[in-house]
């Protein structure tokens, strides 16, 4: 029986090269090349075609992955391309295998990312990224009145992208705090929510994503045990399954 041909950002992924998403960036870029041929996104490769990124081989070694929680702290870049950001999230972590942000927070952020080498589960997770959850806590510049927080729950507009952010919830924790839990991933989006009603985020963490809670000092990172990762693939699987009815129905 014949070994099934394999999308090249598949295999990448597989590899844990990067997730699929930053396979098709490395290959409009033109860094990507099969058997010495620089590919078009969606190329499918045959296990004995030689793969090369930056003009060096990538052989598929995986025995196990890894399954990261990092506390990022502010300041801190989540990109893989440590040419170009000098304070970058590989860099900071320097964990010994080759890894990547599932996802992103945003430098002036704080809190919860999760981090792995299986390209797959990136995709999974990126792929539901509108039907998990994401918790978050918020300081801003001045008091929060009951508007703010009814206002905020019902959805804001966001002219450049004309849409209106998802229902989500949020809760009052004391004069400048509060708590809000979003089931979407819109650029800067909390603060682009605040900015619409004349709030300033002061700081911003973010605490839980799906079931995977910040547990941990800043700056540091575990591995993700046994039963989060059980529950972690169960809700994906939901959310994956969702997604795709949906997409199907448009």
């Not at 992103?104 to 997770?125: A, Q, W």
């Not at 229902?167 to 089931?183: D, P």
């Amino acid at each position: 029986m014949e070994t099934p041909l394999k999308r090249i950002n598949k295999f990448l992924s597989e590899v844990g090269y990067c997730s699929r998403r930053e396979a098709d960036k490395l290959i409009d870029a033109g860094r990507v090349s099969i058997n010495g041929e620089i590919p078009e996104k969606g190329t499918k490769i045959a296990p004995n075609d030689t793969v090369q990124v930056d003009g060096k081989d990538i052989i598929n070694t995986k025995t196990s992955f890894v399954y990261l929680a990092f506390n990022k702290p502010v300041g801190i870049v989540c990109t893989t391309d440590t040419s170009v950001e000098k304070d970058n999230i590989i860099d900071f972590i320097n964990y010994q295998k080759r890894i990547f942000p599932i996802g992103r927070l945003d430098k002036p952020s704080e809190g919860l990312i999760l981090l792995t080498d299986d390209g797959d589960i990136v995709n999974k997770i990126l792929r539901a990224s509108n039907n998990h959850e994401k918790e978050y806590i918020v300081t801003v510049d001045k008091p929060i009145s009951q508007t703010f927080i009814e206002r905020m729950s019902g959805g804001i507009p966001l002219a450049d992208l004309n849409k209106t952010t998802k229902k989500c919830k949020i809760e009052k924790l004391s004069t400048y705090v509060f708590k809000i839990i979003l089931t979407q991933g819109l650029n800067r989006q909390i603060r682009r929510m605040c900015n619409y009603l004349n709030y300033e985020v002061q700081t911003l963490k973010r605490v839980r994503i799906m079931n995977v809670k910040l547990d941990m000092p800043i700056g540091e990172y575990r591995e993700l045990t046994k039963e989060e990762f059980v529950e972690l693939n169960n809700l994906i699987s939901t959310s994956t399954k969702e997604y795709m009815a949906t997409s199907k129905r448009k």
